[in-house]
């Protein structure tokens, strides 16, 4: 939102509504409490999003709330806590279904504890911008900037002058469009007009009943909703047909936010190609009405109206004044459908207008009308097929010689922008059989309201140890409320320091090419700019080896990916730093041999060494033993980590003493610490690394942010000034990499019961230009290969491939749900070849048994494993519900649904002992309040309220004793990386360690004072000279022997299970979770709500891992998908319609604090169970076409993949692409 823009407006901010000084607002505490915030970065906005809606609705609805958070994305909770406290606002709250129990006694949050909404509290709209606005003396507004002139005039006939005078300068209007043009692209626009307070455009006239409602271009596309749904309540059905499907298209355009700005004029000027509404107005024969100096004129907002890619028959100087909308017509059924890659807030793949008018009382088509958006480069009109219906009767023989123009006329080449080619083609006959049901079947609605996500948590704690004692409580996040105000402060939020200067980074345009030439000179002149640093200023070392490989911090000869880091620009601000790298000239030589997929490297043996084996049994062996045998391979996408703070930091030099001081956002500072000493060339000790708090992190801050880190130090050194350096989403998503893409393919020995008696499986990663962690995910995928099965004879190879691709690197369970989803989906084949449940193969012939032994030796014990896989059964109601879904199955041709059920046995811990270690200080102050600082990240799973639980029940004291003020490693030297499910079980215990020694140096003073308090004591003791600061310290012995093939990588396992359904729509592969049991062993849980938190939120990461996030990558190497409009993660609309997560009771694991497990990563594979529905529901799809046995899916399987492998006769009609034509527009990956 440009700042001219908000001339008139009062903004109200998250810190405009409340703080944790004075007084709250119920919004705010209410996400707080309820645990809907974890690394809270996302929160004010969620806050601010609900505080509108009771603005404008102080009782509202779960729709409403449901509908007022679908723009606002959340990457940590899987936004169920957050609904669930939102939802106490709803007049009626179902019982049950925001007290979420423990036991039985405690409750999560309670709702008597909630403070009371109160309208009458909240800021009024400052009176003297009501004076301003409704003021006769307004006049044209002017901004003059560096770069551009604003203009807001007030009159029409300015507005038309204006337009006549600057005929290039766009009409800003919500600014949804040019905005993001301007943002993204780089477009200048010299002049801006913003007609916003022109009168005319906002206004909207019912012409007349039997005409039909104009409505002005300025209007918002709320604002269009609610004119048409007072016109759908008060005309007659046969006259709101057209009404009626544009609101259906309106509600899932953009997020509420856009709704509110984006405006109907400027959806119909931007002609964008996939346009949600200009299909439908076409096929609705509206018409606009335009505005030039020369006068009015009306046009048909029809075929002719556009002409190209963003191009209309509109000219420059041309104004839409208004759109009129008629009524629809007796005889005549008008639909839209659209299908998107998510429900809400997502630009569909393919959206269509269909209009069809009989010749009265009969099925004779009279006149039709279709138009599709996504199918080329503007809207289309299948004109043809439309004229084929024409004249006919509405029945099977007209739709069937419709399909054949229809494929005929709307055709895509290989390489058409967006790919999905085939999909996309399928997808206008789908819909257009869909307009035929619904034409058929006289406008029934086929689209079914869904219930809401309902909410049933069954914890069980043990007996708490004294009435203060917080372990085993659901204490909300220690900076939930903070989160919720905006208070709490991220790397970004830290105060501009004197002389600040901004870091832009300059990445390479080419995957494998030598540099010739960086050419400094036109960036160096550009205004405000200071430097630009390349590899030369490295004072130090300018390569990193986080795994024993080099990795260049800048690089100076070769580029091996699109976006590496080549150099930086130093400015006085962002906005001159990035025009200035974009200034920036490379040039470079192409290099050949480029590789992009694993089976390239394979070719090439283009590897990462060492490549690992792991190996149990004899397989060529069982191979002949077995009754049948299958080879199969799936091909496992990669995920971009999204997490909602990009990386960040801040670097302040201190020259004098060699100094240097490194905020940032990472879950590693030591790694930090290190690599920018080593870079600047200095001992760590002049390098300390601050960590206040991380908004989500994932696994990619760990190497990605160290080396940002080296750069941006690096540019603080050379010019002696603090630098700042803020990626921006599409920086981030293109420069950082993600989880690794993996192809896994096996051959599987099994016998007519369904035990595996072999299998040979081989992993082949794609790990990207540079090493990074790469080995390391590698080995763990070996050493989780068996998940929770016991196979004989089971090996396991596994490789890291180099590629020309972004380097990946560390993600949220490290490569094991790469791993295990090839494993399940081998046993899924294994079921699909038998004919059988695949629980049936999993359970009973499969699952670990008794005392077992992995493949790598390690004894242990899964009688819980067994717990959860009986108890989630019996939970789910799995025996019932799979018949159900049989049945339903049967009586539904286009819609499917599928269940599956799939276990997780998880090694916790680094599988190197080296990392088992943490430490801790713990300092008591002389007023008894206690300071504690360890070398654990707060990044939202809530590590810092775990251990102030720990030293609380250790101490003996309450919570409101214990801070935490920040990670730095001048505090806790030598930190591990905050990850691998591990971060409560070594920091916790360190900080157990060093409150036990207090407490020993404090019991003399105890006994001799019985009677006296944690401050009487503390007191007493500094008098008597005893130190009430100590170090804590925890190491655990870890090894695995790969040479023996054997050791103990992993401290313990966490086990869970987890059962899901779906609801596939075979026509355009969109599907909706149903229904999610989990049930988790999570030992004794120090903190449920923070737990469940963990694994709804985890949940949810890996239901997009599995099923919606697809990074695509042109060609020639380049990240397509750079921002949310591209990429899709999870939003509230994905939320399994019931979710119910269950704690195993009664579980002990020795090897961690309190009892407790980690549990951060495990739940991630869960996600897959969906994976598995569809590919339950896509069985009984291909059934229906006579298809039986395995079949290929990938993950994610997108409604794109879905629908494809449904194999319905839509997607048998579209012709095979020429191969080698032209190239496609997205590589198949991995
Ligand atoms: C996050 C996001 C999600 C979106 N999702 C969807 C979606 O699902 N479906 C969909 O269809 N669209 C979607 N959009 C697009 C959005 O609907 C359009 O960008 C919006 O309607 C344009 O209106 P605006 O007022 O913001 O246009 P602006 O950006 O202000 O202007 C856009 C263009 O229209 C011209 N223009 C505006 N008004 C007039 C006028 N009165 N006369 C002449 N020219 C004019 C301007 O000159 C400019 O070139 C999405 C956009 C965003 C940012
Ligand atoms: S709490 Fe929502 S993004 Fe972290």
Redesign the pocket.
């Known amino acids: 939102m440009p700042i001219c823009q908000l001339h008139g407006a009062a903004v109200t901010t998250v810190e405009g509504i409340g703080n944790t000084k004075t007084r709250l607002h119920p919004v705010q505490e209410r996400i707080a409490k309820a645990h809907g915030s974890q690394c809270g970065f996302c929160t004010p906005g969620m806050v601010m999003s609900m505080y509108t809606l009771l603005r404008n609705k102080p009782k509202p609805s779960m729709e409403d709330i449901t509908e007022a958070l679908g723009g606002n994305l959340c990457r940590c909770t899987g936004y169920q806590e957050i609904i669930d406290g939102y939802r106490t606002f709803c007049e009626v709250c179902h019982h049950g279904t925001f007290t979420t129990r423990i036991q039985g006694k405690v409750e999560l949050f309670r709702k008597e504890d909630l403070l009371p909404l109160d309208p009458t509290q909240d800021l009024i709209f400052p009176p003297e911008l009501i004076r301003m606005a409704e003021s006769p003396e307004q006049t044209t507004q002017k901004f003059h900037g560096e770069r551009m002139t604003w203009i807001s005039p007030i009159t029409l006939d300015e507005l038309v002058q204006l337009k006549t005078q600057y005929p290039q300068a ?11 043009d301007i943002k993204f692209k780089g477009v200048l626009h010299p002049i801006i007009i913003s007609p916003t307070r022109v009168r005319e ?1 906002g206004v909207c006239v019912c012409v007349c009943v039997v005409l039909g409602v104009c409505i002005g ?2 209007c918002s ?1 709320s604002t269009v909703q609610s004119v048409l749904e007072r016109c759908v309540c008060s005309l007659p059905a046969e006259h709101t047909q057209t009404y009626a499907a544009l609101l259906g298209q309106l509600r ?4 509420q936010q ?1 709704r509110n ?7 119909v ?2 002609a ?1 190609p ?4 200009n299909p439908i107005l076409a096929a609705g024969r509206c018409s606009l009405l335009l505005q030039t100096k020369e006068g009015k004129r009306r046009v048909p907002l029809d075929k002719d109206f556009f002409v190209g890619f963003r191009k209309t028959t ?1 000219r420059p100087d ?4 208004s759109v009129f909308i008629p009524i629809s017509r007796k005889g005549e059924v008008v639909r839209a459908f659209r299908h ?1 890659p998510r429900k809400t ?4 793949t393919v959206t269509t207008g269909m209009r069809v008018w009989f010749h009265d009382g009969s099925d004779v088509v009279r006149e039709m009308s279709v138009y599709y958006g996504g199918v080329g480069a503007c809207t289309f009109c299948a004109e043809r097929t439309s004229q084929q219906v024409t004249g006919r009767p509405w029945n099977e023989a007209t739709l069937n010689e419709a399909y054949r123009v229809l494929v005929d006329e709307v055709t895509l080449g290989v390489s058409a922008p967006g790919g999905q080619v085939v999909f996309r083609r399928s997808l206008t006959l789908s819909l257009f059989f869909r307009f035929y049901l619904h034409v058929l079947q006289y406008l029934k609605d086929m689209t079914r309201a869904h219930g809401l996500p309902h909410l049933c948590i069954d914890v069980h704690v043990k007996k708490v140890r004294s009435a203060q004692d917080p372990v085993g409580q659901p204490v909300p996040h220690s900076s939930a409320l903070t989160h919720a105000t905006g208070e709490a402060v991220y790397c970004d939020d830290i105060p501009h320091m004197n002389r600040e200067v901004f870091l832009s980074l300059v990445t390479s345009t080419k995957a494998h090419a030598k540099i010739i030439h960086i050419d400094v000179s036109r960036a160096l002149d550009m205004p405000g700019v200071v430097d630009v640093i390349t590899a030369k200023d490295i004072p130090g070392q300018k390569f990193q080896s986080f795994t024993g490989i080099n990795e260049e911090v800048l690089v100076e000869e070769e580029v091996t990916c699109v976006g590496q880091i080549i150099c930086a620009v130093v400015a006085d601000t962002k906005q001159h730093g990035k025009l200035a790298a974009a200034a920036l000239k490379v040039t470079y030589e192409d290099l050949p041999d480029r590789i992009f997929t694993t089976e390239e490297a394979v070719e090439q043996c283009s590897f990462y060494a060492p490549q690992r084996t792991l190996q149990r049994g004899d397989i060529h062996m069982a191979f002949q033993e077995a009754e049948h045998i299958y080879e199969g391979e799936i091909r496992v996408g990669g995920q971009e980590h999204f997490y909602m703070e990009t990386q960040s930091m801040l670097v302040i030099p201190a020259r004098e003493q060699k100094e240097v001081k490194v905020y940032l956002s990472t879950q590693h500072p030591t790694c930090a610490q290190m690599s920018v000493a080593e870079t600047l060339g200095i001992p760590a000790n002049r390098v300390s690394c601050h960590v206040k708090r991380v908004g989500g992190a994932f696994g990619g801050k760990i190497t990605k942010a160290s080396i940002l880190a080296c750069i941006t130090a690096v540019a603080a050194w050379k010019t002696e000034r603090p630098v700042r350096c803020v990626l921006e989403r599409g920086e981030d998503m293109l420069i950082t990499g993600g989880r690794h893409p993996v192809l896994g393919k096996y051959k599987v020995g099994f016998m007519n019961d369904g035990k595996i008696i072999a299998a040979d499986v081989h992993y082949f990663v794609n790990a990207g230009n540079t090493p990074d962690e790469s080995v390391l995910v590698v080995e763990k995928m070996l050493v989780q290969l068996d998940n929770a099965y016991n196979i004989p004879n089971l090996r396991g190879q596994s490789v890291a491939c180099k590629t020309n691709l972004p380097s990946s690197t560390a993600f949220r369970g490290f490569g094991v749900p790469q791993s295990m989803v090839v494993i399940e989906n081998m046993i899924h084949d294994v079921a699909m070849t038998l004919g059988r449940p695949a629980e049936e193969v999993r359970d009973r012939m499969n699952l670990y048994k008794g005392l077992s032994r992995t493949h790598y030796k390690m004894e242990f014990d899964p009688e819980n494993l067994h717990c959860c896989w009986v108890e989630c059964k019996k939970r789910s109601e799995l025996g019932r519900r799979r018949p159900a879904v049989a049945e339903f199955n049967r009586r539904n041709r286009w819609k499917k649904r599928g269940i599956a059920m799939v276990p997780i046995k998880y090694g916790v811990g680094f599988g190197h002992s080296f990392l088992q270690q943490a430490a801790a200080l713990v300092h008591i102050y002389k007023d008894g309040s206690v300071l504690v600082s360890h070398g654990g990240i707060e990044m939202g799973q809530g590590l810092h309220t775990k251990v102030q639980q720990v030293v609380s029940r250790e101490l003996n004291i309450p919570l409101s004793l214990i801070h935490i003020s920040e990670t730095c490693t001048s505090a806790v030297p030598n930190t591990n990386p905050t990850a691998a499910s591990f971060g409560t079980d070594a920091n916790g215990m360190a900080v157990w360690d060093a409150c036990q020694t207090l407490y020993k140096r404090l019991e003399p003073v105890r006994k001799k004072d019985p009677s006296g308090t944690w401050k009487s004591w503390i007191a007493t003791a500094f008098q008597e000279r005893i130190s009430l600061s100590a170090t804590g310290f925890y190491r655990f012995y870890l090894s695995m022997d790969w040479q023996k093939q054997e050791g103990r990588p992993y401290t313990y396992f966490t086990y869970a299970v987890c059962c899901s359904e779906v609801e596939l729509d075979c026509l355009t592969g969109e599907y909706r979770t149903v229904r999610a049991d989990i049930v988790v062993d999570i030992g004794k849980s120090i903190n449920p709500a923070i737990d469940i938190g963990q694994i709804k939120g985890a949940f949810m990461q890996g239901l997009g891992l599995y099923t919606m996030e697809e990074l695509k990558f042109s060609p020639s190497g380049s990240l397509h998908t750079r921002g949310p ?1 591209q990429y899709k993660i999870p939003a509230v609309c994905d939320v399994p319609l019931q979710f119910n997560v269950y704690l195993l009771p009664g579980s002990q694991n020795p090897f961690a604090i309190y009892s407790s497990k980690g549990i951060g990563e495990p739940i991630v594979f869960l996600g897959s169970s969906v994976f598995f529905a569809m590919k339950e529901a896509i069985t009984a799809a291909r059934t229906d076409v006579g298809l039986s046995g395995p079949f290929p899916l990938r993950t994610p399987a997108t409604p794109e993949h879905a629908c494809l492998a449904c194999n319905t006769h839509f997607n048998q009609m579209i012709p095979k692409m020429e191969a080698g034509t032209s190239p496609p527009w997205a590589m198949e990956l991995p």
């Open positions: 766009p009409v800003v209007m919500g600014n949804t469009n040019v905005g993001l455009l271009a300025g596309l899932h355009v953009g997020g856009i700005v984006a405006t109907l004029g400027g959806n000027a931007s964008y996939n346009s949600d509404l509109l041309e104004l839409v004044l998107a807030n997502a630009l569909p409009g």
